[in-house]
């Protein structure tokens, strides 16, 4: 069966431009959570969502924003870029509280 | 945000070693997952583990979850230069994974 699917793999953008990033579950994944991975911090939640509702948020400024649509796949938002906003921002998907599939990621640079 | 420790951070090794890497927590989570990393892609989940004092194997590594449920080990035997990857712990709380900083494998032939 398909995985977690994020499009684009790679994305260049220049400071203070904004930025979507998609993600498409595992066919009947209803849950979708976002991660922000950098060599200094590790992997970082953002948050996560549920049948279109958001029901954790981590630590990120503003900025951030996400949603899911009704058929669960997801877009998260990225305006006013900054340098340090360069990353690989991975997706996952689960049915269940145990377990989640990642998908292999949205490098970003900011120029 | 509850803090996930790894040891080692890094670790280099030829094949046919036995290694132990270590997950500890001040926090208890309602489940523990290792997933395992190649650069370039994005985590792939190998184990989650639930009950305190729980041990899975997975062909050659094992996976054992503290009494308490604050801590994790997972050890490989006779390592494999496919074994090489990250290895990261996460904690679920809260529809939230809290990730340790992740240890780095490289197993050479």
């Known amino acids: 069966k398909a995985g977690v699917t994020q499009t684009p793999r790679y994305l260049i953008k220049t400071r203070g431009q904004q930025v979507t990033l998609s993600c498409s579950p595992i066919?009947?994944?209803?849950?979708v959570s976002w991660y922000q991975q950098t060599p200094g911090q590790g992997l970082q939640f953002l948050f996560e969502?549920?049948?279109?509702?958001?029901?954790n948020k981590g630590n990120f400024p503003g900025r951030f924003s996400g949603r899911q649509f009704s058929n669960s796949r997801s877009e998260m938002n990225v305006s006013t870029l900054e340098l340090g906003d360069s990353a690989l921002y991975l997706c996952?998907?689960?049915?269940?509280?145990?377990?989640?599939?990642f998908g292999s990621g949205t490098r970003l640079t900011v120029v | 945000t509850q803090l996930l420790e790894q040891s080692p951070q890094f670790l280099s090794i030829q094949e046919g070693e036995n290694l132990t890497v270590y997950c500890n927590s001040s926090s208890v989570f309602s489940s523990l997952q290792w997933y395992r990393q190649e650069p370039g892609e994005g985590p792939v989940l190998l184990v989650t583990v639930v009950t305190g004092g729980e041990v899975k194997k997975l062909k050659r590594l094992t996976f054992q979850f503290g009494d308490a449920r604050k801590d994790s080990s997972l050890h490989i035997t006779a390592a494999q230069p496919g074994d090489t990857g990250l290895y990261l712990c996460?904690?679920?709380?809260?529809?939230?994974?809290?990730f340790g900083k992740g240890t780095s494998l490289l197993v050479t032939p």
């Open positions: 066919s009947g994944h209803r849950s």
């Open positions: 996952a998907s689960s049915r269940t509280d145990y377990g989640y599939t």
């Open positions: 996460a904690g679920e709380s809260g529809y939230a994974l809290n």
């Open positions: 969502y549920f049948s279109e509702t958001q029901r």
